[in-house]
């Protein structure tokens, strides 16, 4: 399955709200997760199974969608959330498939 | 805390071999599939390859099918990947993963990685 994330590029300003989309090629079912990478770091889980929130995020991020469209919204965008978010499919495997990602950026 | 540290990456010239290993620490490492995956320098994430917690399954990305071989030695709490004719596209930083279950396929602990640059 292929995954389309888009926009490759947003910018917004901190305390605002961020929709960020992941599209499928086909259908991918639930198993669909959001990881965010800070600059110079690895990845790191937040949203696994379309919804489900990661040991440890906070309530503002929110995963939602279903068949082929998926949305991660970051409500009241802090400092520290600008970085880049992946979405992975592992729906239909091999491979596991990640987005382009989307920078979200501080305008 | 979960701890994994990737090493072997290096300079190789293209159409030869390296193997990367991944020691796992902080967890009972037997007990978990893991993954690599990899990152061109200013690129995205590339899944690359999977193992069953017990060695028995692997499953690979068609870029790497036939070049790469994922194993482990639970006996040492290491994972490997060797690579075999490299390219120039395989370039990038290379991560080991640790599953969220014995076969979830869900990498949700990352190790910081191990860069491997394919140049002439």
């Known amino acids: 399955i292929g995954v389309t994330q888009s926009p490759a590029t947003l910018s917004l300003s901190p305390g605002e709200s961020a929709t960020l989309s992941c599209r499928a090629n086909e259908s991918s079912g639930n198993y669909l997760a959001w990881y965010q990478q800070k600059p110079g770091q690895v990845p790191s889980l937040l949203i696994f199974d379309t919804s489900s929130r990661a040991t440890g995020v906070p309530s503002r991020f929110r995963g939602s969608g279903s068949g082929a469209d998926f949305t991660l919204t970051i409500s009241r965008l802090q400092p520290e959330d600008f970085a880049v978010y992946y979405c992975?499919?592992?729906?239909?495997?091999?491979?596991?498939?990640f987005g382009g990602g989307t920078k979200l950026e501080i305008k | 805390q979960f701890h994994l540290v990737e090493s072997g990456g290096n300079v190789v010239q293209p159409g030869k071999s390296l193997r990367l290993s991944c020691a796992a620490s902080g967890f009972p490492f037997k007990s978990f599939a893991m993954h690599w995956v990899r990152q061109a320098p200013g690129k995205g994430l590339e899944w690359l390859a999977v193992?069953?917690?017990?060695?028995?399954?692997?499953y690979y990305a068609d870029s790497v099918k036939g070049r790469f071989t994922i194993s482990r030695d639970n006996s040492r709490n290491t994972l490997f990947l060797e690579m075999n004719s490299l390219r120039p596209d395989d370039t990038a930083v290379y991560h080991c993963?640790?599953?969220?279950?014995?076969?979830?396929?869900?990498?949700?602990?990352w190790g910081q990685g191990t860069r491997v640059t394919v140049t002439t």
């Open positions: 993963a640790k599953d969220s279950g014995v076969w979830e396929l869900l990498p949700t602990y």
């Open positions: 193992i069953s917690y017990d060695g028995s399954k692997k």
């Open positions: 992975l499919q592992r729906t239909k495997w091999p491979p596991l498939t």
